[in-house]
């Protein structure tokens, strides 16, 4: 069965970084734009960080982690990461790698990021 596992969060000071990774399994990893998305302490709504093509072509980041976050994937290792540099207190977040395929979502349980002093 599909299985998304995400790593690398931790607690962190403004301004620090962090390197999220995703292992995955389960499926034609090769085949498929993924995602990072982010559920804010607070929010309701689930928040979509960046998205990357299949072949490695960055689709999209939302607005405040441009030019901090970066998206990238190892298709070989069937695995996605996320760079993120220069962290703020609003990037507190459960970080979670995940796809879209016929028109279900899949996630996986995520990592915490929690950016404080």
């Known amino acids: 069965q599909v299985q998304l596992v995400e790593s690398g969060g931790g607690l962190v000071q403004p301004g620090g970084s962090l390197n999220l990774s995703c292992a995955t399994s389960?499926?034609?990893?090769?085949?498929?734009?993924m995602s990072w998305d982010r559920r804010v302490p607070g929010k309701t709504a689930r928040e979509l960080v960046a998205?990357?093509?299949?072949?490695?072509?960055?689709?999209y980041y939302r607005d405040d982690v441009k030019g901090r976050f970066t998206i990238r994937r190892d298709n070989a290792k069937k695995m996605i990461y996320l760079e993120m540099k220069n962290l703020k207190a609003e990037d507190t977040a459960v970080y979670s790698c995940?796809?879209?395929?016929?028109?279900?979502?899949?996630w996986g349980q995520g990592t915490q990021v929690t950016v404080s002093s």
């Open positions: 995940g796809f879209t395929y016929r028109a279900t979502d899949y």
């Open positions: 389960g499926f034609t990893f090769e085949a498929y734009a």
């Open positions: 998205t990357i093509s299949a072949v490695g072509n960055v689709g």
